[in-house]
């Protein structure tokens, strides 16, 4: 727009007037002030005015309108809106220059500064225009114009983010005696400070000071608006439908006219079912309205907000579904409807595959800037890994119990299975087609809405739903039992002419699974339904072996994300009852006696007793005994790692037997933490050294054993090989001589099979049987690993032939011992260390026992 010059005559004819009336009074203003004054004020300065305002109203109008939040007071400026405002921003900052440097003497200086300061800060460069509001508050001689640059100095901290600054400015013009127009954009940008940092009290309390201060009755009508909207978030209703009122009754726009009127409508006080009825009636008479066909999808989603407070859920639901069926250009609305129903079905009927659903259609549509964005992503995120575990265990058992049917049951319940299904798909098509006649606009998502919801229910029930599930299942019946044509006895092994088929059929390319679920299932056959079952032992290990892996999964999604202890309580209890071995089995006693500890349950106690019993150095069980115990293990394991780092030094020197009483110590002291498994290995590597061969063979295996979960039985494991390798060079250069050189010390061996619980008992039972039947004491007892059928236990020391025969006597005068093993064959002799060691390289029982005889 060109700037507009006052006409020559028109301005002298000012100025003179100026003039005369300087003249009139005891002070004459000088003409120069009053032609500065003039031309400032309507020409550059008022320009200048015009775009700021403009600019303010763009900002007014910018982004969406959302309805289901607190209205903003003022939208929150981004770097979009700078850009597209740029061009009027740079004007206004020109046209204001022009005033502050022509006419610096004019008293419109202030005022320009104020613009150009908004300018700024409508360009998001925050420190030019807190600089520029400071100078003002500085340099201006005018109290209300200092105030107003504080006012929007105050503005401009907020919109910066430094609240500190901004709080600072609140304490000191709450101080100061404001003008009335001050005095109302004070209150309305110290409300949006306090809606920005979700004080609702005080956001209030300065929307109520400001509405009486405001001459604009659309802006009054939309603070009446947003304080009916706290209220009404605060439950305090009828506030709330007395701040609507008023919103009407200032005559807004059409659209916030409506709003005011439906939320009236949400929160009208109810006495009795006479109101309960006018309410819906309310809400059928705005559904009627042809002005309202646009708002449709609000209007229903209000009536269900209503149903639902009442408790009607089926109601709320079902006008919630005709939300989503009406929206037609409001995708917000259309996922606050889907959240809606999430959050009914998740929270009252904890129907979580239902609620997955929904909130899954919830994310597909509702804008990424809301609030709750991240949150519900989150929850999804565990809904579907809850809907995961229980599909997992609900077709892993439908499926292990069909392959547990007679042949005879099974084939009909599948012929009856497939005899249904067609008729569905059959009856499904013929109902969507009927439907999309005349509808196919709104209703086409109406059904994609419902397909989903069949999908979810269907889902996890019954495996053969699952296209993709029984292809997979094909395969795996393909890899077990070949492609075998349907007939009956199909278990039987495949005969051997059809063996080559079989591996030409395997051989072939697959055919890819149809992309319609129901075209899927209404091909399937009864082949094809049968090949997805687990048929054999190692499948129905794999089916089991899911099962209780989701079973543990499914109990911690109860306990720690969903929070419901109960159902967390019962899935781990069906875990230990149903797989009582599994390794699972600890920490789901542990989580069950927490629970019901919480709970305050008295049954807490017996899943303590059990854990306590069957699973004693589990971590879980030692956290029962001392509570402390992760505390005090992390302060021994600190401990162990400096005496490990000195005896660790001793060995790389080869002072093995410093090294050696370092490590004993250190495991003596602490002997259960994080480090005792590097301990103890360092150990066992310190017998190698010092100890005989057998020694450290039977403390490596040990090592794996007892330290099964270690980082460090890799390296174990690569030492046994070394250690075999090295027995199998010495037992070919060996081949059993065992030398008759008597006088050195003699261990007594019992050569017995590992079955069952021997391995586990006799040891013991040996120990008691020299402590109690022979009354020897002193003698320590190693338990070994002789090859895949043999075991032994051996007892040491005797310092000659002569002890030892004798020991050897006394063992074997009483027989007790093994007598109630039965037929179980047990060896036991006596040998010096040089022959134990040829005969534990060699594995040659027999050579030795015809040299024992000999010799013994």
């Known amino acids: 727009m060109a700037q507009r010059i006052l006409p020559y005559h028109f301005l002298s004819f000012l100025l003179f007037s100026y003039f005369l009336i300087g003249c009139k009074g005891s002070k004459i203003t000088p003409v120069g002030d009053v032609y500065h004054n003039t031309t400032a004020h309507y020409n550059a300065y008022f320009y ?143 409300a949006r400070y306090y809606q920005l940092t979700d004080d609702l009290d005080n956001m209030v309390k300065n929307l109520v000071e400001a509405v009486p201060l405001e001459t604009n009755h659309d802006e009054r009508a939309k603070i009446y608006f947003i304080i009916g909207q706290v209220y009404q978030q605060l439950t305090f209703d009828a506030l709330a439908y007395e701040n609507y009122q008023s919103c009407l009754q200032n005559n807004p726009p059409y659209e916030l006219s409506f709003y005011a009127k439906l939320n009236m409508a949400s929160v009208t006080q109810l006495t009795n079912s006479d109101d309960l009825k006018t309410v819906r009636r309310y809400f059928r008479k705005l559904l009627k309205d042809e002005k309202n066909i646009d708002f449709k999808d609000k209007i229903y989603y209000e009536l269900a907000n209503f149903e639902l407070k009442q408790g009607n859920y089926d109601e709320a639901i079902e006008n919630y579904n005709n939300s989503i069926k009406s929206s037609t250009s409001n995708p917000r609305q259309k996922g606050y409807s889907y959240l809606q129903l999430a959050e009914v079905y998740y929270k009252h009927f904890k129907k979580y595959k239902t609620a997955q659903n929904y909130y899954d259609s919830t994310l597909s549509v509702l804008p990424k800037d809301e609030p709750n964005y991240e949150a519900l992503s989150q929850r999804l995120e565990i809904l579907t890994a809850f809907v995961e575990q229980v599909t997992i265990i609900e077709t892993q058992d439908s499926l292990l119990t069909l392959a547990k049917m007679p042949e005879d049951e099974l084939d009909k319940y599948l012929d009856d299975y497939i005899a249904a299904k067609a008729k569905e798909a059959e009856d499904k098509e013929k109902a969507i087609a009927e439907s999309t006649k005349g509808r196919r606009g709104n209703q086409a998502v109406n059904f994609q809405t419902q397909g989903r919801e069949i999908n979810v229910q269907q889902q996890g029930t ?38 080559a088929a079989t591996v030409r059929d395997a051989e072939a390319p697959k055919q890819t699974v149809q992309a319609n679920p129901d075209e899927a299932i209404a091909s399937i056959s009864k082949e094809d339904l049968i090949k997805t079952l687990p048929l054999t032992e190692e499948a129905q290990n794999e089916a089991l072996a899911k099962v209780e892996e989701a079973h543990f999964q499914l109990g911690n999604i109860y306990n720690f994300q969903l929070l419901e202890k109960d159902n967390a309580g019962v899935t781990f209890n069906t875990l230990i009852v149903r797989f009582p071995d599994s390794e699972h089995a600890p920490e789901a006693l542990y989580e069950l006696y927490l629970i019901y500890k919480e709970l305050d349950s008295a049954i807490y106690s017996d899943y303590e007793r059990q854990l306590i019993s069957r699973f004693p ?137 590992p079955d069952g619980k021997l391995p586990d008992e006799l040891p013991g039972k040996v120990d008691t049987y020299i402590k109690t039947n022979l009354q020897i004491q002193g003698l320590t007892l190693g338990n070994l690993i002789l090859d895949a059928r043999r075991s032994m236990i051996l007892v040491n020391s005797f310092p000659g032939k002569k002890e030892a025969a004798e020991f050897y006597q006394n063992f074997n005068s009483n027989n007790s011992l093994f007598n109630e093993y039965g037929t179980i064959k047990f060896y036991n002799f006596v040998i010096t260390r040089e022959n134990f060691n040829v005969f534990y390289q060699t594995k040659d029982l027999e050579a030795y026992l015809t040299f024992f005889n000999n010799n013994y």
């Open 48 to 190: 200048a005015r015009e775009r700021i305002l403009e600019v303010e109203q763009n900002l007014l109008n910018y982004g969406e309108r959302n309805y289901n939040r607190i209205l903003p007071i003022y939208p929150l400026m981004d770097s979009s809106f700078s850009k597209a405002n740029e061009e009027l921003i740079e004007d206004v900052v020109k046209k204001a220059s022009i005033a502050i440097q022509r006419h610096e003497n004019s008293k419109w200086v202030d005022d320009s500064y104020i613009t150009v300061g908004k300018a700024r800060l409508f360009s998001l460069d925050f420190p030019n225009a807190v600089e520029t509001f400071k100078y003002v508050n500085v340099k201006s001689k005018d109290k209300d114009t200092r105030h107003l640059a504080l006012v929007w100095l105050f503005r401009t901290f907020v919109d910066a983010g430094e609240y500190n600054n901004a709080t600072a400015v609140i304490d000191y013009l709450q101080r100061e005696k404001l003008s009335k127009d001050n005095k109302r954009l004070f209150a309305l940008f110290k």
């Open 462 to 499: 019954w495996y053969f739903y699952s296209a993709s599930a029984v292809s997979q299942g094909r395969q795996e019946f393909a890899r077990v039992w070949g492609n075998r044509p349907l007939a009956d006895n199909w278990r039987r092994s495949v005969k051997q002419g059809e063996i």
């Open 617 to 753: 150095e589990s971590i879980f069980a030692k956290l029962i005994v001392n509570p402390r115990y992760r505390e005090e293990s992390s302060l021994a394991s600190a401990k162990l790692q400096k005496m490990y780092a000195e005896a660790y030094g001793y060995y790389q020197r080869g002072e093995y037997k410093k090294a050696r009483e370092i490590t004993s110590e250190g495991l003596l002291a602490y002997d259960d933490n994080d480090f005792t498994d590097n301990m103890k290995l360092l150990d066992v590597m310190l017998i190698a050294k010092l100890d005989d061969v057998y020694r450290y063979q039977f403390e490596l295996n040990n090592f794996i054993t007892t330290y099964s979960e270690s980082e460090l039985i890799p390296y174990a494991k690569t030492l046994v090989k070394a250690y075999d390798d090295f027995q199998l060079n010495l037992v070919n250069s060996a081949k059993a001589k065992f030398k008759q050189e008597f006088d050195q010390l003699h261990f007594f061996v019992i050569i017995y099979p």
